[in-house]
């Protein structure tokens, strides 16, 4: 499974973006797809993850409320639409894709997001 992110870029606090995530390959094995970010001297965090089979959707609670996670099957795309950014959301944020097996854990290259106040 290959994946690539697009999307990021700088904006202002209080602005909007939207990640995508296009999936390529032997998908057919996912089970979870989500969003992780990485910002300056943080660890990685996971911000959303969605459920392929029934679509239910997670959250950090940093992100409840502003975030939202999204995907379009036809199209095997992944979205993460960001509202009410904050300085504190600058990270390099990245796609990841897992099914039921250890070896089914992928990531794209990430997509940088700076948020200026």
């Known amino acids: 499974v290959q994946l690539v992110e697009s999307g990021g870029g700088l904006v202002q606090a209080g602005g909007s973006v939207r990640l995508t995530c296009a999936a390529s390959?032997?998908?057919?094995?996912?089970?979870?797809m989500g969003w992780s970010r990485q910002g300056p001297g943080n660890q990685r965090e996971l911000v959303a993850v969605?459920?392929?089979?029934?679509?239910?959707?997670n959250y950090a609670d940093s992100v409840k409320g502003r975030f939202t996670i999204s995907r379009d099957n036809a199209k095997n795309t992944m979205y993460l639409q960001m509202n009410s950014l904050k300085p504190d959301d600058t990270a390099v944020y990245y796609c990841?894709?897992?099914?039921?097996?250890?070896?089914?854990?992928?990531w794209g290259q990430g997509t940088q997001v700076t948020v200026s106040s």
């Open positions: 990841n894709a897992r099914g039921n097996r250890p070896l089914d854990d992928y």
């Open positions: 390959g032997s998908t057919s094995s996912i089970v979870f």
């Open positions: 969605l459920t392929i089979r029934n679509g239910i959707t």
